[in-house]
């Protein structure tokens, strides 16, 4: 990113986008590995920490028909950090 741009040049991009790019690929693998009773929308977008941009624009572009079969929105922005407070990091 332009560190003219963006505020969050600073940021652990690494973190802070990376862990939840991994966990919604795990999904989409796993999601089309099965037979599904739905249909499912993987959105890995941009611009988040700019007013969600990105999340914004995919709205404004789906038909109507589209956009009123959402049932759920699920938004997988940092996953967690192991070691660090407040971290969930084994499920079983």
């Not at 089309?32 to 739905?38: A, K």
């Not at 499912?40 to 999340?55: D, M, N, Q, T, V």
Request: glycine residues 8%.
């Amino acid at each position: 990113m332009d560190p003219l741009i963006s505020w969050s040049y600073t940021t652990q991009g690494a973190i802070d986008n990376t862990t939840g790019v991994a966990v919604a690929l795990q999904l989409a693998k796993s999601l089309s590995e099965r037979v599904n009773e739905y249909s499912y929308r993987i959105l890995l977008a941009g611009s988040e920490e700019s007013g969600l941009r990105g999340s914004r624009t995919h709205v404004a572009r789906l038909y109507l028909e589209e956009s009123d079969k959402i049932k759920f929105v699920v938004n997988v922005e940092v996953f967690g950090v192991k070691g660090k407070q407040n971290c969930v990091y084994k499920i079983s």
